[in-house]
């Protein structure tokens, strides 16, 4: 079975500055895929960033990138440079292997405030 | 491009009744996934079609159902509704066989049960 555990329940960051949500996993399986999605008040979930298992490097999507340590299980995720915007909830997600299709198992998520 | 499409955004049940949800997904995604959103569980899966097959299957009763028709859009029963049913339900859409593909989320329809 995979878990997502995401430790932070909420994090204050001041404006400008850069935060790191944290992100650890467990999964027996060799292949699998990271994602992180943002969800604003209004409810709907924003795709991030994407890491696979098999990449051989950190991904990084404008101002996300993920600082992934496969050893440690781990997949943070780091905002540069705070919006005021960027106040949401974060969550961390994992893909399976193949034969569990599209199925996403979510952590607890991370409630994101940034300070003027 | 539209994106994933949720009706309605907003329903109210009581308890016994039942309701269903519909989904549309984004044009040339053919995988249909729904997510449950509740304060104390979070955000579990549901199910997802896949050519109008159910693929995956979460830990859900029976009342709850779905089913996806031939031009992939999706829709979702719960029967029976308890008060524990009040969430976000939302549907998520993706490409088949691209592994790096995330899934695209609508906006939800968050449902209270009184």
């Known amino acids: 079975a995979q878990k997502i555990t995401q430790t932070q329940p909420g994090m204050f960051v001041q404006e400008k500055e850069a935060v790191t949500l944290d992100c650890t996993y467990d999964t027996s399986d060799p292949s699998y895929g990271l994602f992180w999605y943002k969800q604003p008040s209004s409810g709907e979930m924003i795709f991030l960033i994407y890491q696979g298992s098999y990449d051989q490097q950190n991904a990084t999507e404008g101002r996300y990138s993920l600082n992934f340590q496969k050893a440690r299980k781990s997949a943070n995720l780091v905002i540069s440079a705070s919006q005021l915007g960027d106040s949401a909830m974060y969550f961390c997600?994992?893909?399976?292997?193949?034969?569990?299709?599209?199925?996403?198992?979510f952590g607890g998520g991370t409630r994101l405030m940034v300070k003027p | 491009k539209a994106g994933v499409t949720q009706t309605p955004r907003y329903l109210i049940k009581t308890r016994g009744q039942q309701v269903t949800l519909s989904c549309s997904p984004i044009s040339g995604h053919r995988s249909v996934s729904w997510y449950q959103q509740t304060p104390g569980q979070g955000l579990q899966f549901l199910f997802e079609y896949f050519s109008e097959t159910q693929r995956n299957k979460g830990n859900f009763p029976g009342r709850f159902s779905g089913r996806q028709f031939s031009n992939s859009r999706s829709e979702m029963n719960v029967s029976t509704l308890e008060l524990g049913d009040s969430a976000l339900y939302l549907c998520?859409?993706?490409?088949?066989?691209?592994?790096?593909?995330?899934?695209?989320f609508g906006d939800g329809t968050r449902l209270s049960i009184l």
């Open positions: 998520a859409s993706s490409l088949q066989g691209a592994r790096d593909q995330p899934q695209h």
């Open positions: 997600a994992m893909r399976g292997p193949y034969n569990a299709g599209n199925m996403l198992t």
